[in-house]
């Protein structure tokens, strides 16, 4: 198996053999978590993307597939997506402002 995939974002992690999603903050890289599926991965990262880079961000999938969430995060408040978003991420989101 190939630790490589073709989403951004996305690695596999040999020891536990899941796909783990991470995304590069104010030079840092902050884990998004460790998923079963490349996909599920793939989808973390994206909308982590989103909520950093609003709809100009790079995804892995079409922006149009997040259309519905977009408000949620990107907007504020954020309350519900704030939960799935690492603490870490979190607070260097808060520090880029």
Not at 30 to 43: I, N, P, Q, Y
Not at 56 to 82: C, D, M, R, W
């Amino acid at each position: 198996m190939t630790k490589s995939s073709p989403f951004r974002g996305v690695t596999l992690f040999r020891p536990t053999g899941k796909w783990r999603a991470q995304i590069s903050a104010l030079g840092r890289t902050v884990s998004l978590g460790d998923h079963d599926t490349e996909e599920e991965a793939a989808r973390a990262f994206d909308r982590a993307a989103i909520n950093k880079g609003g709809r100009a961000a790079k995804t892995n999938f079409s922006i149009v597939e997040y259309e519905a969430e977009i408000a949620e995060l990107t907007g504020k408040p954020k309350q519900k997506h704030q939960q799935v978003l690492p603490k870490a991420f979190k607070s260097l989101a808060h520090a880029r402002h």
